[in-house]
Structures are given as C-alpha cells and as structure tokens.
C-alpha cells in the first residue's frame, strides 16, 4: 500500500495532469505523488521518476513509471538517457521519506537507536556521514553547520560538548548523540513541543547530503528545461528550503507565480499525517 502523500490534492490542482502528458517527479521517494499524476495522465502518460536512494528506487512497478536511481541535479542528463524530452511539469517534494525515518536504519531519527549514517545514497563510496562529522570535524566547523543548516540557537554549547564527549568515546549511535545535546542543551528546552534533537538532527542531515546546494542546482536546472507553459511545483519541509524555492522563483525572468503565498496543509490532513505539519507548497508556470 502506497502511503498518501502530503499535499496530494493541492500538487494535482497546481500540476493539472491531463490525458496522455508526462510528468517527472524529481523525488520519487516511495511513490505516493507519482502514483497519483498516474491515474490522471492515462492512458499514455508516464512519469519519470528520480530517486537517489538505490532501496526505494527498486520498489514500485509500473509500466508507465520510469524509475532512475539518480540525483535531481543530473536531470538534464536522466532526460536525454531516457528520450523523456516531451513533458509538461516537474514536482520536487523535499521532505524525507517515512522510510528514511522509520525502516531504513541510517540514523535520520532521533527516536531510533541507530548507527549515525544519515546518508540518502548509503551505496556511494563517496561522501560523508554524520558520524564523520561528529567526531572528525573541528569544533568550530561543527557549530557552524548547526547554525547555517539547522538554525541552533545553542549550536556553540552543543559543539563544545560533542568534542569533549568523543575524546573519551566515539559518538557512533543516534542515541548517544540525543545525550550528549541533551547535556549541552538548557533543561527548558528539553521540555519544548519541538524535541531538543531536532535542528542538530536536521543539520547533519543537509551537511551530510548537501541538501541546500543540491536545491539550488535542480531547481534552477529545472527551470531552465522547463517547457514553455508547464508547470513546476515545490514541497519544502523548513524555512532554509522555503526561503530557497521563494528567492529561485522569485529571481527566475521566466516563470509566473501561481502561489502568492505557499500554500500549507489544511487541519485535517495535520491531523492525519503529523509530519505534514510543516510541509510548504510553492508553485509556478514558464512563460
């Protein structure tokens, strides 16, 4: 069973598949936006799905969905290798995959007693992980990536206490890096609706996967290959991503805004999907 995806109805309503045109979806993930572009695009429409994760790029089958186990920012290369130059709009859903949180076993969650990998591409030799980053990283470069990827207001304290933790121990586990913020962190801020793991979890997980940079580079790849009159729609999942896709649509001379504002989930689908809750759709049209 394909879990729905979030902002379902909305991609649709600012995608507008119709009969027989196809579609790329930028981040497949497990298949849930594809899926339902292709019960509206029938009976030849297909879509073209990249996604850089070799286990959920083998997963979904059908006949009218290309899966490529690539990164969005090769798309104008995944485009040609395919003959998949006849197309009408392209999506980009940022946010991880419950996969990534629940079964993968990569460290993406705090909650889970993991190894800290945190990569999406775990068969790339290339690369680090979160782990290499805690405990090889200086001090000072690890606050930083708190800061600019994670937006830690105790970033400092949280570095400090990292270094002085992996003196005496590796830090290898998800749960021993939860402690060691917790100490770092005042006791407050433990007790927040947010939980006190969060942004470092975050952090390291865009340093990890060059998240930002890689935005950048596929939407405005993206943007550039888009047809005349197709569409283009964006879900991001936090402010640094958001602020991204607004300024890149912003920026962009020939695209027309089809969101003037983004578009959120309504209470009921938050009620549903919790992780919908900060989930943020921007949509435009090349002109």
């Known amino acids: ?171 290898k586990s998800t749960f021993q890096l939860v402690e060691v913020i917790r100490k770092a962190v005042p006791r407050w801020y433990c007790k927040r609706r947010i939980h006190f793991a969060t942004k470092t979890f975050q952090a390291l997980r865009i340093a990890v996967n060059d998240e930002l940079e890689n935005v950048k580079k596929g939407l405005s790849l993206a943007i550039e290959i888009l047809p005349s009159s197709g569409r283009i729609v964006v879900i991001s999942f936090h402010s640094l991503e958001d602020r991204l896709v607004k300024n890149i649509f912003k920026e962009s001379k020939n695209l027309k805004i089809l969101t003037k504002k983004p578009v959120i989930p309504l209470d009921t689908e938050v009620n549903e999907n919790k992780r919908a809750r900060s989930a943020k759709l921007r949509a435009a049209i090349k002109i």
């Open 1 to 171: 069973m394909i879990h729905i995806p979030v902002l379902q109805k909305e991609v649709l309503k600012y995608l507008e598949p119709k009969e027989n045109e196809n579609f790329i979806d930028c981040t497949l993930g497990a298949g849930g936006h594809a899926i339902s572009i292709l019960s509206k695009n029938k009976p030849k429409g297909k879509v073209l799905g990249i996604e850089a994760d070799p286990f959920l790029s083998q997963r979904i089958k059908d006949p009218r969905l290309i899966v490529v186990n690539d990164s969005y920012i090769n798309l104008q290369k995944i485009i040609k290798e395919n003959g998949f130059e006849d197309f009408s709009g392209i999506l980009f859903d940022l946010g991880m995959s419950s996969f990534h949180i629940d079964k993968s076993q990569r460290g993406f969650s705090f909650l889970k007693d993991e190894m800290l990998d945190m990569r999406y591409n775990f068969k790339s030799d290339k690369g680090i992980t979160a782990e290499d980053i805690v405990n090889k990283y200086p001090k000072e470069e690890i606050e930083l990536i708190l800061k600019k990827y994670g937006e830690e207001e105790f970033a400092k304290k949280i570095a400090k206490e990292i270094t002085e933790e992996r003196r005496k121990n590796s830090i």
